[in-house]
């Protein structure tokens, strides 16, 4: 046959004629030759080779240039699902960028195809999680909306081409241990599940139009979630109607026999992944020429022994192959609108100024003792101590691409800092080790400085995915207090009578009670992408309004917490935790004050069916302009069921001059009011449900910022 000939190149055609006749052409071996993450060359049909494993949760990974933002933590921070949106579209960008000079180079690399298992939208439910700074935090309405603005963001808005294509991962219920992840079996209650876990992925894919799903490595009730035909085919394809692809995690398969137990061999497990929906299986270790033929003779033994049919395999490449063409990779360059995106746009300066911003954006102020910030620029000198003045791994988190500069705390304030102010600097101690030499040598700076800024915390060396590092702990971590190396220069430095500033990078919460009760103020970093020192050093001089919010509880202490391997919810998040948080969910301090006042409903009771109008007025009253994040929660306020203390259910990011006073609504619907059971349905007890309205969660220090009003459902 004449390759040239075959329908699957005629883009005039409707794709699933397309894809049906090429299907109808291949072989058994030629078809399951593509259904693995890198997908051979069928030469007699010219259909090239292709690699559907991609990064992008903050950027392109692991394939050269690329912007580094935030990490995803820091993005959730922000709060803004506009900027978030903006993010993801300069992400494609970049990737369609790279791919298409790699094709007209003929040098498509690995980490260069338009298939991207992102963003990771696990429930960050336990702060021990390494993992957790690749997530939108622990909250399933703040993460669903992030989550669909990135993955919109990612495959474009082209009624016939997507862009790129967003696998958000990892389906489902999976946060940990790192350790465990390959073995656990986890059982939650139908109420957690359907309330917590899955509400994400829900609105990812019914809302985010997600064309594909990563699973996960654990197992959910006693199911590989890759093997799953509760997770793969009732709910995702039967109930919200999924159309896409699945594709199994990096080795996830080789778990199935490997670690869980529950098949023979590869061909088995493989087998059982494909007949339960996963339609691409994504071998971890290195592919060699030897290790591909492996697989693939593993699932012809698995077709020729009656494990898996011909027919299922075809299924899969009809989701495969549909995925290819909407992305245009059988098509001329001249019909896919992405193909001319100019390969000068990587790292470009508008890219800089968007990480930049977004770096500012999610910087959280935790503490502003008498409103010592900003800094006024009369000071004489700054001490600036720390491990991570300086350390590039403090702004990158993991998933990362390689950008054409990293702006560290020390590299701004050598460039930004008025030559007038006398800047000194020095570690003073390790991440995770320290000299009695080095610590005197810092506290002697301090000393003979007006304030200092100490930027300590974490680095993507400690905490991350387990396959990223080499501590015992898999890159989790055994409690929430700051390396020993830091609490001891930490303590020293108070014994100092000036001013201490205190930075914390990471991506999940710090115990830092001690910095809480001594430290002038505390801002949290984050993993801040490489333009973290020009946000940090932008918000501490006031150029920036420090405006992010805490899209996790940070606890003061990990004894607060259930076992890391439980993944019920009780006494976990701001939903259902009732002790005494260090920082609460949803808490950031701004250079400004905010005024609620003048809080209206349409109507006081609510019929079912009917819809509900809350209007409200803020006002800036503070010196500066800024965004105020405006937050409501809802509370149930008796119920048959247990039920969370408060969910959040709207939110918005707004900008207000100095002075400003705006009008602010937000409509509601009965479904907003509606609660999970005990079997994990959602519905609607009639009663009083309490709203809250303000820049936080309610609190009683905060009662004259907040606005409250019941509401009865009849």
């Known amino acids: 046959m004449n390759p040239s000939r075959s329908k699957i190149f005629d883009y005039q055609l409707p794709i699933e004629e397309r894809v049906a006749s090429l299907i109808s052409e291949m072989t058994l071996e030629e078809k399951i030759s593509q259904v693995f993450s890198l997908s051979l060359p069928i030469e007699r049909l010219n259909i090239p080779k292709y690699d559907w494993r991609n990064e992008c949760i903050h950027g392109v990974a692991f394939a050269g240039t690329a912007t580094v933002f935030p990490q995803s933590i820091a993005l959730a921070a ?13 992400i494609s960008d970049e990737a369609r960028a790279k791919h298409h000079e790699g094709l007209r180079k003929n040098q498509i690399k690995r980490y260069q195809g338009l298939t991207f298992s992102a963003p990771n939208i696990n429930i960050f439910r336990d702060p021990r999680w390494g993992r957790g700074q690749e997530t939108y935090g622990e909250d399933p309405y703040l993460t669903s909306r992030m989550a669909v603005a990135f993955i919109k963001g990612l495959q474009g808005e082209d009624s016939k081409y997507f862009k790129l294509i967003s696998a958000p991962k990892h389906f489902a219920v999976h946060s940990g241990p790192e350790s465990k992840r390959h073995v656990i079996d986890v059982h939650v209650s139908n109420k957690d ?7 994400a992925f829900e609105a990812a894919i019914k809302e985010g139009k997600a064309y594909s799903i990563m699973g996960a490595y654990n197992r959910l009730y006693g199911e590989p979630c890759c093997a799953s035909p509760f997770l793969l085919q009732k709910i995702l394809r039967d109930k919200w109607n999924f159309k896409g692809y699945v594709i199994a995690d990096g080795g996830a398969v080789e778990d199935i026999y490997k670690n869980h137990k529950v098949a023979h061999d590869y061909a088995d497990a493989a087998a059982k992944a494909i007949e339960s929906g996963c339609d691409l299986l994504n071998p971890l270790d290195v592919m060699t020429k030897v290790r591909i033929k492996r697989f693939h003779i593993s699932l012809q033994n698995a077709v020729k022994e009656g494990l898996l049919n011909e027919e299922t395999i075809d299924s899969s490449l009809k989701h495969l192959f549909e995925a290819r063409c909407r992305l245009g990779l059988f098509d001329p360059p001249e019909t896919v609108p992405f193909s001319q995106i100019d390969y000068k746009i990587l790292s470009s300066d508008e890219h800089k100024q968007l990480a930049l911003k977004a770096a500012e954006e999610s910087i959280v102020l935790l503490k502003n003792s008498n409103n010592f910030l900003p800094l006024k620029k009369d000071l004489n000198s700054i001490a600036l101590i720390g491990p991570n003045i300086d350390n590039i791994r403090a702004l990158s988190g993991d998933y990362f691409g390689i950008p054409l500069r990293y702006i560290t705390p020390l590299r701004a304030f050598k460039e930004f800092l008025p030559k007038e102010i006398k800047l000194y600097y020095t570690k003073g101690c390790d991440l995770l080790s320290h000299s009695e030499e080095n610590i005197k040598k810092a506290l002697k700076m301090v000393e003979k400085s007006d304030i200092c800024i100490a930027v300590l915390g974490l680095s993507s060396i400690i905490e991350s995915e387990e396959v990223f590092v080499a501590a015992p702990d898999k890159g989790d971590r055994t409690d929430l207090n700051l390396p020993d190396s830091q609490e001891l220069l930490l303590n020293q430095l108070f014994e100092i009578e000036k001013p201490i500033i205190i930075v914390l ?15 002038t103020a505390i801002l949290q970093l984050w993993y801040s992408g490489q333009e973290g020192g020009s946000a940090l050093y932008n918000t501490l001089f006031g150029n920036s309004n420090p405006s992010g919010r805490l899209p996790l509880t940070f606890y003061k202490s990990v004894k607060q917490l259930p076992d890391f391997e439980d993944y019920s919810m009780e006494n976990r998040t701001y939903r259902y935790f009732n002790g005494e948080t260090l920082f609460p969910f949803g808490h950031g301090l701004s250079y400004s004050v905010f005024k609620y006042s003048n809080l209206n409903y349409s109507t006081p009771q609510l019929s079912i069916g009917q819809n509900l109008k809350v209007s409200f007025t803020v006002e800036n009253l ?86 409250y009003q019941t509401i009865e459902i009849k």
């Open 78 to 90: 922000t709060w803004n699902v506009d900027l978030i949106h903006h993010v993801a579209k300069i």
């Open 193 to 199: 599940l359907y309330e917590t876990y899955l509400p």
């Open 505 to 519: 990078t990471g991506g999940g919460p710090l115990a830092v009670n001690l910095a809480n009760e001594h430290a």
């Open 622 to 707: 503070g010196p500066y302009p800024g965004f105020e994040v405006i937050q409501l929660y809802v509370s149930k306020k008796s119920s048959n069921f247990t039920v969370p203390i408060r969910s959040l259910k709207r939110f918005k990011k707004i900008f207000f001059k100095s002075g400003d006073k705006k009008k602010i609504g937000f409509n509601f619907n009965c479904e907003d009011f509606k609660i999970f059971d005990n079997d994990g349905n959602q519905i609607l007890e009639k009663g009083e449900f309490l709203i809250s309205i303000g820049g936080s969660q309610p609190a009683k220090d905060k009662k004259d910022q907040i606005l």
